[in-house]
């Protein structure tokens, strides 16, 4: 298991952007596949963004040029730099790093988008 630290969430107009960090507690990016997901109150939790071992994205249609997933493996690091936010990108986002099956959760941030 790893334990997974976000932060970066607030309350931003829409058009402005932000960025989420996800903090790991060891080096995992060689060996986890992770992701970004996020729920709105009354949804279900829905992918948002991912990144494989390799370094391969893959982003929800909703976030495609907006959003923008990466790493920094010298400090244990996962981003996600939001841009042009909408009010329907308010949700709590969470952390994901998943490992063959194995996979684990941040307590999540949440991000509120005002118009």
């Known amino acids: 298991q790893v334990q997974l630290v976000e932060s970066g969430g607030g309350l931003v107009q829409a058009g402005g952007s932000l960025r989420l960090s996800c903090a790991a507690s060891r080096y995992i990016f060689s060996i986890y596949a992770m992701g970004w997901y996020r729920q709105a109150p009354g949804k279900q939790r829905e992918l948002v963004a991912t990144?494989?071992?390799?370094?391969?994205?893959n982003y929800a249609d909703s976030v495609k040029g907006r959003f923008g997933i990466f790493r920094d493996s010298a400090k244990n690091t996962l981003y996600l730099q939001m841009n042009s936010l909408k009010p329907e990108d308010t949700a709590v986002y969470y952390c994901?790093?998943?490992?063959?099956?194995?996979?684990?959760w941040g307590q999540g941030t949440q991000v509120t988008v005002s118009s």
């Open positions: 994901n790093a998943n490992n063959d099956g194995m996979s684990s």
């Open positions: 990144v494989t071992k390799g370094g391969d994205t």
